[in-house]
């Protein structure tokens, strides 16, 4: 694993520079770091160049106020910077957004998206209802001083252990900035605006599901191919390695 830093931006890598004009691009959810996927590093050292995009504020980095929109600026900027040809995106949770806004506002036509593999990503209000909508019930006062930490213990002593492995990511995020995201999160999935451009916009996407999440919207709504990752939830990552390895392979790494 490799640590390649722009500007303000830390990425890991499985290999030590960028060398590569096509590349997969891989955003976490909330509260997750570049830690929890780093066996895909390990296993991929001599497959198509892989990245993980660290988010502000997680992973111990410092808490900074940068929102979804100026995060992915400098995501593009990086891209450009690099002269970037193609991209895969693969996408968790919250993660999901950020293709869409990176997509919508600043990649043209130069740039060619060949997959978004998007692993249960923000598309609907519904995707907002076990975590980011309960965390901006409260205060920010009282989420940051209190209940953020209240979280954590949670996971940490569930009898889930992929709750349990959650914690430990969650020890290393800034309760700030987890506020934050959660906010923006619950505002741009409020609107039909982010399911609307994944489904319109991306020519060769994947929606990509635990089988035992619960989808609450009808699964035509998303307009891609559907993958079930079987006796897995929200993070198989954690749940199941090997599983979502052979799928995280057989999804997207042949076909990049």
């Known amino acids: 694993m490799f640590k390649i830093k722009f500007r303000d931006i830390n990425f890991v890598s499985n290999q030590k520079k960028i060398c590569n004009r096509k590349i997969i691009l891989l955003f976490y959810g909330i509260g997750c770091s570049s830690d929890d996927f780093k066996f895909l ?4 050292n001599h497959k198509p160049q892989l990245f993980i995009a660290e988010l ?3 992973n111990n980095l410092k808490f900074c106020k940068d929102d979804l929109l100026s995060y992915s600026k400098k995501i593009f900027l990086f891209i450009k910077k690099n002269n970037i040809k193609e991209i895969s995106f693969f996408a968790h949770s919250l993660g999901g957004i950020i293709p869409i806004i990176l997509v919508k506002n600043f990649i043209k036509n130069a740039i060619k998206i060949k997959w978004f593999i998007n692993y249960e990503g923000n598309l609907t209000k519904y995707d907002t209802e ?3 909508k309960k965390t901006i019930s ?7 001083n209190y209940k953020f930490d209240k979280l954590i ?6 009898d889930k252990k992929f709750l349990n492995f959650w914690s430990e990511s969650l020890k290393k995020t800034s309760s700030d900035i987890f506020y934050n995201f959660s906010i923006q999160c619950v505002k741009l999935s409020e609107s039909n605006e982010l399911l609307s451009f994944f489904k319109i916009f991306f020519k060769r996407k994947i929606y990509l599901f635990g089988e035992k999440t619960l989808i609450k919207v009808p699964m035509y709504s998303f307009g891609s191919v559907r993958f079930k990752i079987k006796n ?5 990552f954690f749940e199941n390695k090997q599983e979502f390895g052979r799928i995280f392979d057989q999804l997207l790494l042949k076909k990049t």
């Open 232 to 236: 897995t939830g929200h993070f198989s």
């Open 130 to 132: 076990t975590l980011t």
């Open 153 to 158: 213990e949670n996971c940490r002593n569930s």
């Open 138 to 144: 409260y205060s920010k006062h009282e989420f940051v």
């Open 56 to 58: 502000p504020g997680h």
């Open 41 to 44: 590093l390990r296993n991929y």
